[in-house]
């Protein structure tokens, strides 16, 4: 298995060195997770999610989408979806839906 640190100097390699590297990346969100309630605490866990698989601005612009498909992540709410519920979200195109 490759080191992250290879794996960091293979991209930076390609991207024209570490300087251009960094200004690709996006600058990651500083949340304080302990001042958060327990909707925003799973708005964050659900976007760090999503970012981690998808690119992080398709992310970034579909998220509001995902605030309001998911009723701002209300945890009752969201606990108590049906099937019927489910299978709307897979037709939703504000949000990034696979089955």
């Known amino acids: 298995m490759q080191s992250f640190a290879e794996i960091r100097d293979r991209a930076a390699e390609r991207k024209g060195g ?10 990651p969100e500083d949340t304080d997770l302990a001042a958060l309630t327990d909707d925003r605490i799973l708005s964050q866990f ?9 690119n992080w601005s398709v992310v970034e612009n579909k998220w509001p989408g995902f605030e309001e498909a998911f009723h701002g992540f209300d ?25």
């Open 18 to 27: 570490a300087e251009m590297l960094e200004m690709l990346l996006p600058v």
């Open 46 to 54: 659900s976007k760090r999610v999503f970012q981690a698989g998808f």
């Open 75 to 99: 945890i009752g709410r969201n606990a108590m979806m049906s099937d019927d519920d489910l299978d709307a979200h897979l037709r939703d195109t504000r949000i990034i839906r696979h089955g």
